[in-house]
């Protein structure tokens, strides 16, 4: 083009972190049992880090043997009042939690990006406002559990344990503790060991809402802790969440017994591309679908099926969006993707992605700047896959996208169905006939359709297979926290 | 000509634009920022009104937006109707400024396609650089595609060395699929920027617009190797809004294409907000609107 250029003006983003300053975090919290912060009995406190810094945040006591059995209790005593509390008082209780939520939700989501990695958009813009929105729909429910479920006579199980994950620890605490306590549960919630501090801010927060002692107890601690309170006889339900192999050995200790339990697990779910969709929006899904808080996602669409018609063109409009993402400093409200969670996880990703490379796959990964201290992984694509290498199998867990290819509808959900997992799926196509075809045919427990990783609390989530059982969200999440009498 | 529309995502297209929306711009970034879209600017008056005197004027705030801040540079062009080209040639020459024209039966584009041509030799006569079309929407929700694209063939012909912007005018379009193939069209036929609105539609530059436009250039580029500028126009008229239109390039095209000759933002009351904006980045408060002189 002819018209000169006048002036050269550089133009990138300046860093624009959020601020920490209004955060007054304690150097140390108790277990939080019986309505109030108390030292664990034997006195073991551990440091949770900032995984993008290896700072330690705050001090965190250990839950061992004896603080379990003090927990459940506490729980025990507390049940009956409150499972005989009017409902549409419990429900008051729920909408008081999801206020507060609201109210304090910039520091929860600093706080969440602190100690998990996570971008602070995603806290801020996701995580947060989510979790407020389940303590607002299962408010609702309370005195509606009847209407929910079809029965005639309902009753809450007891005592629930709860066990829930670092990669949205606010949130799942929210999916876990919501539904449970508006079925008149009293719950005994378990933060994963590396991000037990936004689940101590709710136990906060069950203070300034008044929730009478006991309904809500915190209990950090590491494996061992959610071991003990799995195998406590005096608790009526266990609900999990994370990893199949924990999955696996919590089923195997509750064979037998009569407490129940809801597992939800791993996945390896499918993305599917088909060749009419609307390519750069599939594209963005896919971005959103992987790399949506660095990968540690367990419906994330790791296993993405392109129809091999378009292939070239989807694969490179991804990888030049995949050049867009700014990895850095979590508290940056710029950046896309932040940190590893641990130190553990990440030799977990490096490890697989070592074994696909091994495995004859070409592995493509964005080059960017890593800070110096924290864990990291840059976005990494993977193209030439077999559906038997590991990196089409295995759940990565980390942002790490495995490509491969269909040439008809029929081969799309053969291969996307050929899994031990069945989390969640997507599809894109702008054909709506397809899409329904598609979908009912997919033995995953969500599929999205030109779109991936939308959460909304009015959805039931869970998964087929390998994936788990029962499900959390909507009125099919009342089910897994109640007793069906007549 | 068999007329296979693309497939653009509603959805997917306005969720990806508001995110792009939530950049945060501050410090340097903002500062920076500013000058690059008051230096895209084509500093626009399209009314019934206009006479040479008030053409003068704009001339004389595009060239020199604010004297009191020297740092802040000239816009890329002022945008008239072809009867004022003449006043602003006069009034720009020597300054870099380019003068732009309206043309081809500006804005509803409905008059034959001799007058069309007609008024683009006139512009280009008097003097203008670049000159802005209309595309015949009646052409193009009538499905004829090729009186679409021989129409802009025909006018860029009599353009002669003048840049040729096609307006595909969006809010009448009716959807994301049509903008999407309303912009091959234009660049197929040889458009040199492709262009939101007329300003004088119920709507214009909406974030999802741009960005489907964006797209069609970026893989235009892709498939062609040419490159096909982009000017947003029509309400974008704060800061913010302009800002926001800049960070949808930059991510979707590249800090390559962050500049005036591929990169323009058509408005008339936008020019004082940036500069009222700017002046906030140094002395913290955001002033009055008296502060700078409206023309």
């Keep these: 083009m002819s018209i000169e250029t006048r002036t050269s003006i550089v133009w990138d983003y300046s860093p624009a972190p959020e601020s920490a300053d209004h955060i007054r975090l304690k150097d140390r919290y108790g277990l939080f049992v019986d309505g109030e912060f108390r030292d664990p009995a034997d006195g073991r406190y551990v440091p949770t880090i900032n995984p993008a810094t290896e700072e330690p945040l705050a001090e965190v006591a250990y839950g061992g043997p004896d603080d379990v059995i003090a927990a459940v209790e506490s729980a025990r005593t507390a049940h009956p009042k409150w499972a005989a509390l009017p409902a549409l008082e419990r429900a008051k209780y729920l909408f008081r939690i999801a206020r507060l939520i609201q109210e304090r939700s910039r520091e929860l989501a600093v706080v969440e990006t602190l100690d998990g990695g996570k971008p602070l958009r995603e806290s801020r813009d996701v995580d947060i406002p989510l979790a407020a929105a389940h303590f607002f729909h299962y408010a609702g429910w309370a005195d509606k559990l009847r209407y929910g479920t079809g029965a005639r006579e309902v009753e809450p199980l007891g005592v629930v344990g709860q066990i829930v994950p670092w990669n949205f620890p606010l949130l799942m605490a929210a999916w876990k503790l919501a539904p449970a306590l508006a079925c008149g549960n009293v719950a005994i919630l378990k933060p994963a060991e590396t991000t037990p501090l936004t689940a101590l801010l709710l136990a906060e927060i069950c203070q300034e809402a008044e929730l009478p002692p006991g309904v809500v107890t915190i209990l950090t601690g590491n494996g061992d802790t959610g071991a003990a309170l799995v195998r406590s006889k005096k608790i009526n339900k266990i609900a999990f969440t994370g990893s199949t192999a924990v999955g696996r050995e919590i089923q195997s200790a509750l064979a037998g017994t009569d407490t129940k339990l809801t597992l939800e697990l791993g996945g390896k779910s499918a993305n599917i591309v088909f060749e009419d969709a609307a390519v750069d929006q599939a594209v963005e899904g896919i971005v959103n679908g992987i790399f949506f808080n660095q990968g540690h996602v367990c419906c994330a669409g790791s296993r993405l099926l392109i129809q091999e018609s378009v292939r070239d063109e989807v694969i490179e409009k991804l990888w030049q969006r995949m050049g867009r993402l700014r990895l850095g400093d979590p508290m940056d409200k710029n950046t896309d993707v932040g940190a590893i969670n641990s130190a553990e996880q990440l030799e977990r990703i490096e490890t697989l992605v070592a074994a696909g490379e091994d495995e004859g796959a070409t592995r493509r990964t964005i080059s960017c700047d890593i800070p110096e201290r924290g864990y990291w992984f840059a976005p990494t694509l993977f193209t030439d896959v077999s559906p038997a290498h590991r990196i089409a199998v295995e759940e990565i867990f980390g942002p790490v996208v495995s490509v491969l290819t269909f040439r008809t509808q029929a081969e799309a959900i053969e291969k996307a169905n050929n899994s031990r997992y069945g989390l969640a799926a997507g599809i894109w196509t702008d054909k709506g006939s397809k899409a329904f075809e598609v979908a009912g045919a997919l033995k995953a427990g969500v599929v999205w359709q030109n779109t991936y990783n939308h959460f909304d609390p009015t959805a039931a989530f869970g998964g087929y297979k390998e994936s788990g059982f029962g499900r959390e969200g909507g009125p099919a999440g009342l089910r897994p926290y109640l007793k069906i009498v007549r | 000509m068999i007329r296979r529309l693309p497939h653009v995502d509603r959805v997917g297209i306005e969720e990806r634009a508001t995110q792009l929306g939530k950049r945060s711009i501050k410090t340097t970034a903002k500062q920076q920022g500013i000058r690059l879209a008051v230096s895209m600017v084509d500093l626009t008056t399209l009314e019934g009104a206009d006479t040479p005197g008030k053409v003068r004027h704009l001339c004389a705030k595009g060239v020199c937006p604010a004297p009191t801040m020297p740092e802040i540079p000239s816009v890329a062009a002022i945008c008239v109707y072809p009867s004022l080209v003449a006043t602003a040639k006069e009034a720009l020459n020597g300054t870099g400024v380019k003068t732009a024209s309206v043309a081809t039966g500006f804005p509803a584009g409905q008059v034959s396609l001799e007058a069309k041509l007609r008024d683009t030799e006139d512009a280009v006569a008097a003097g203008a650089d670049e000159i802005d079309m209309v595309i015949s929407r009646e052409a193009f ?66 974030p999802g617009v741009c960005l489907v436009m964006l797209e069609a250039i970026r893989d235009y580029a892709d498939r062609t190797g040419r490159i096909v500028g982009f000017k947003a126009a029509g309400g974008v008229s704060t800061s913010k809004a302009a800002l926001h239109r800049l960070v949808l390039v930059k991510e979707t095209l590249g800090d390559e294409w962050l500049t005036a000759d591929r990169i323009r933002i058509g408005a008339s009351s936008v020019l004082n907000d940036l500069l009222m904006q700017y002046a906030k980045t140094q002395n913290g408060r955001y002033g009055r609107s008296e502060d700078f002189s409206k023309e």
């Excluded at chain 2, 002669?160 to 307006?167: F, R």
């Excluded at chain 2, 193939?181 to 262009?195: Q, R």
């Excluded at chain 2, 939101?196 to 214009?204: L, V």
């Design chain 2, 141 to 206: 929700l009538a499905g004829d595609d090729a009186r679409v694209q021989q129409e802009i063939v025909a006018v860029k012909e009599h353009c002669g060395d003048a840049h040729l912007k096609v307006i595909l005018e969006t809010a009448e379009l009716g959807s994301y699929d049509h903008v999407r193939h309303a912009s091959m069209l234009a660049m197929e036929a040889g458009a040199d920027f492709i262009k939101t609105s007329t300003g004088k539609a119920s709507a214009g530059a909406t």
